[in-house]
């Protein structure tokens, strides 16, 4: 049950690794985000005080709750072993690697959880070379189902 997605990672990235994360959520956010409110286009994670944080995620407030409502975009923690966040930040610190969200979602047991990828920034020409193959494969598709369709 996937709440919030970051389609532009894929575009502005390369992601080399994929770690899923639990998420520190208060009850209102909860309940946003199983209204499928949420977006996490310009967030990223960062290390603070020896704990991940999710940082920019916005997850509006809940219509029906009272003064005791979340700040929408408030630093969220990141639940990972320490061995994996002591990974990640190894490689941040090396040029170009930055931590950046895929995903949001609710796993079979109900749970919040995020999908995190370890990523490195795509220059200009690397980002028109995937648009160019994401063309060419919906290209593809196309010639091969107009073929299916002719037999």
């Known amino acids: 049950n996937i709440v919030a997605q970051n389609r532009k990672a894929r575009h502005d990235y390369f992601i080399e690794e994929i770690f899923e994360a639990g998420i520190v959520l208060e009850g209102t956010e909860v309940k946003s985000l199983r ?13 603070n005080s020896g704990g991940l944080y999710l940082l920019n995620c916005y997850i509006p407030e809940y219509s029906k709750a009272n003064r005791f409502n979340h700040f929408p975009r408030r630093p ?8 994996e966040i002591n990974k990640l ?9 930055t931590i950046v969200p895929i995903s949001i979602y609710f796993n079979n047991k109900n749970k919040a959880k995020i999908e995190l990828g370890l990523a490195k920034g795509k220059a200009q020409h690397d ?3 995937t648009i160019k193959q994401r063309e060419w494969d919906r290209e593809k598709g196309r010639i091969s189902k107009r073929g299916s369709d002719d037999s």
Do not use: F, T, W
């Not at 499928?36 to 990223?44: L, Y």
């Not at 969220?76 to 061995?83: D, F, V």
């Not at 930040?89 to 690697?97: A, C, D, E, F, I």
């Open 127 to 129: 980002k028109r070379a």
């Open 35 to 47: 209204e499928g409110k949420a977006s996490i286009i310009d967030a990223h994670a960062s290390e």
């Open 89 to 97: 930040m190894g490689k941040v610190k090396l040029k170009g690697y």
């Open 76 to 83: 969220r923690k990141l639940l990972l072993h320490r061995r």
